[in-house]
């Protein structure tokens, strides 16, 4: 296992034992030591939120989306973090973003489908 995952993986656990401030702790050295690690940008996304700390959420959860911008996920967490934070806008933005990766997404594996039935 990478220390990346170890490290990740300990702040998992300090929050599933209720020490979010702790997990919060962990999760931001890591994410200052693996700036691209998304997990971590989302795992503090969500607990920042459970902490009542939104502004903080909400810039995890769009760095989130930038790391892994192809993933209509990242945008439906992002939504769901901006709700939580009162931005019913921002929630909208990234919701419309979600559903648009998932019809491009789809419009992709139709095509690839009909060229594979051509074939």
């Not at 939104?54 to 769009?62: C, G, L, T």
């Not at 192809?70 to 979600?98: L, N």
Request: aromatic residues 6%.
């Amino acid at each position: 296992m990478s220390t990346v995952q170890a490290k990740y993986d300990e702040a998992i656990l300090k929050a599933e034992k209720g020490d979010l401030d702790e997990a919060v702790k962990l999760l931001t050295a890591l994410a200052e030591e693996s700036p691209d690690y998304a997990l971590a940008h989302a795992a503090l996304a969500r607990y920042h939120s459970k902490l009542e700390n939104h502004e903080q959420a909400v810039n995890h959860a769009e760095k989130v989306c930038e790391l892994e911008s192809e993933d209509p996920f990242s945008y439906v967490a992002k939504s769901i973090i901006c709700i939580e934070a009162g931005d019913k806008t921002g929630a909208e933005d990234a919701r419309a973003q979600a559903l648009r990766l998932q019809w491009q997404q789809q419009m992709s594996d139709s095509e690839t489908n009909e060229e594979s039935s051509d074939e």
